[in-house]
C-alpha cells in the first residue's frame, strides 16, 4: 500500500549489485551495504565528488554519458572490492596477518573488465570480416555475433553459484528500487510484489549500444581492415553518449507506449542478468535505499 502521507525527495539514483550486497547511488553518494557471515549488514558510505559538478561543461548532454561511463566503472570494481572484503571470512596468511584486497587486486579486476570487453569488441568484427559481409549486413551481422557470445557467456557463469547469488542481489536491487520509485513502504513483504526489471539497468543499455553502434557505423564510409577498426574505437565515447541520453530518455518516459515496445528488448535480456532474490537480500537492498534517501533529504 502507498503511504499517503510520507514525502519523498525526488531521487534519480541506480545501483548495482556486489558480492552477498548492494550499492545504491545516487548524485553525491555511494552506499554499500553488505552481508557479512555472521548475518549483519555491513554499510559504507561515500560522498562523491562527480567530474560533471566540478567541471560544467562534463554535465553537458552527451558528454555526462561518457563521464558516467568511467565513473560507473571506476565506482562498480572498488565496491566489488570491498564487498568480497566484507562477504568473507578474514583470511589470514601463514603468519596469521589479515589478508585484504587492496591496489594491486584493483589493478587486475580493472584490467580484466578491459579484456573482456576487448574481447567482445573484437572477436564479433573479426568473425564478421572473416564472413566477408559488407555495409549494413556486416554491421548487423558483428551486433548479432557480439550479443550471442554475451548472452552465451552469461548463461555459462550463471550456472556458478556464487555469481548467481550476485544475478539474485541485482534482482533485488531493481526490486527495491521499483518499490521505492512506487512510494510504498519499504518492507520486505511490499518490495518482493515488484519486478525484478527496470528500465535504467545496464543490461538495457547493452542493446541501446547495440542500436546504435549499427546506425552510426552504418553511416561510416567503407574503409580498409584498419580503417574499420580505427573507427570503431573512436566512436565508442559517441556510442557511449548518445546511449546514455536514450537510457535517460527511456527512464523518464517508461509509461510512453513508442519507449515500452523500445525497452522491451533490453527488459527482456534482464531475465538473464536478475534471479529472483531472498528475503535476506531483500533486506540488504532495502537497507541501502533506505541509507541514500536519508542521505539525500538531510542533505
Known sequence: MVDQNRKEPS???GGQALIEGVMMRSKNYMVLCVRKPNTDIVTQV???????????VLGLPFLRGIVALFESLYLGIKGLLFSANVSVEEIKDDK??????GYTEFAILALGTLGITAFFFLVPFLLATWLNLTGIVFNIAE????LALFIAYLSLI???GQFRRVLQYHGAEHKAINAHEAGVNLTVENVKKYSRLHPRCGTSFLFIVLIVSIILFSLMPNLDFTG????????IPVIAGISYELLRLSGKYRNSPILKVFIAPGLGFQLLTTKEPTDDMLEVSIKAVQEVTKLIINT
Do not use: V
Request: hydrophobic share 55%.
Open 46 to 56: 561515500e560522498h562523491l565528488n562527480p567530474l560533471a559538478a566540478k567541471y560544467k
Open 11 to 13: 531521487l534519480a539514483f
Open 158 to 160: 550463471s550456472m556458478w
Open 228 to 235: 574499420k577498426i580505427a573507427y570503431r574505437l573512436l566512436l
Open 143 to 146: 551486433a548479432i555475433i557480439r
Open 96 to 101: 596469521g596477518e589479515s589478508l585484504k584486497l
